[in-house]
């Protein structure tokens, strides 16, 4: 049992939590990271998502667990799905939604693929994508389109 800790507007814990797949309360939110890895070749780390994940390409992140913050569950998620050590990460952008609170971190680090020990139950395969990749995966519907709004803001966030 998986349990997440719920935000106010401000990015205030509220002490409260809830089960993973519980209904968010109104008025509350729950945190979400993601992170671009990005190796000297200027590719992208990315992986694809199980079927029941929905199938398609995207970059790494997920939901920090109850008493991680941000960066705790920006590293525990590359570890979990990816079997990957990760220090540092820059934290680049921040957003919110209608019940989520939204940390984008960036990271430059070159990674042996071969090294990769994926999480069967979420990630299907992963590879390093060039930025035209990337794009022709989105326009053949083969990348996720919340991923990839993302990976636009680190794109502006790396042109800066």
Known sequence: ???RDLYDSNRILTGEKILKGEQIPENNYIMMVVIFIENDNHEF???KRTIDKGGKWATTG???KSGEDSLQGIITEVKEELGIEIKNPI???QASGKDTLCD??????NIDINKIIIQKEEVDDVKWASIYEINELMDKGEFNKGHYMMFR?????LNK
């Open 91 to 93: 934290l680049f952008k």
């Open 62 to 64: 997920g939901h920090p």
């Open 153 to 157: 803001d680190c794109l502006e966030f």
């Open 104 to 109: 984008l971190y960036y990271l430059k680090q």
């Open 45 to 47: 780390l990315i992986q």
């Open 1 to 3: 049992m998986e349990y």
